[in-house]
């Protein structure tokens, strides 16, 4: 228990680490959103860190790193996922968020079954959800994803 308490600090110390960082310098990042999907069903999560709102999995890519790669490999850290498909982009697109500038790739990934768990610390929870009832409050990059995926254009507000 101490020890996901001290990692889970660690996660909320290093997001106002990156929101200062951001406000200040303005940096260019790279990173993916992942919709994980089983049948119609989509999977979200709850960070430790932020804002708590539900939000898809994903994460910044590392220098170098192909939006694929980043995808796979943020995955493999947040989630134990049965059955998992190999990762397609469904859309890159650019957006301003808390100061920084983000090009983001929109990554789906189909699972064989609706089932997962956290593996490490930086989720608090997980779930499930039909398109058409998905959980308060959240993202709005969730929202986004979903239009791209419909293939409309992206807002880059989310």
Same mark, same amino acid.
């Given at each position: ?59 910044? @890519?590392? #220098?170098? !790193?192909?939006?694929?790669?980043? $995808?796979?490999?943020?995955?493999? =850290?947040? *989630?134990? +996922? ?23 790739? @929109?990554? #789906?990934? !189909?699972?064989?079954?609706?089932? $997962?768990?956290?593996?490490?610390? =930086?989720? *608090?929870? +997980? ?32």
């Amino acid at each position: 228990m101490i020890r996901r308490t001290a990692a889970r600090a660690g996660y909320q110390a290093a997001y106002v680490g990156l929101r200062v960082w951001s406000a200040l310098l303005h940096p260019h990042t790279r990173g993916v959103k992942c919709l994980v999907c089983a049948g119609e069903d989509i999977l979200l999560v709850r960070h430790s860190y932020g804002p708590r709102a539900w939000d898809m999995p994903g994460g910044f @890519a590392r #220098r170098g !790193e192909p939006f694929l790669q980043t $995808a796979r490999r943020e995955i493999s =850290e947040e *989630l134990s +996922l049965t059955d998992p498909g190999e990762p397609v982009v469904i859309a890159e697109f650019e957006r301003d968020h808390v100061g920084r500038h983000e090009s983001l790739a @929109a990554v #789906r990934v !189909e699972v064989g079954a609706a089932s $997962a768990a956290i593996r490490g610390h =930086e989720l *608090l929870e +997980l779930g499930w959800f039909r398109r058409d009832a998905l959980p308060e409050p959240r993202a709005e990059i969730v929202e986004e994803i979903l239009a791209l995926e419909r293939g409309l254009p992206p807002s880059g507000r989310g």
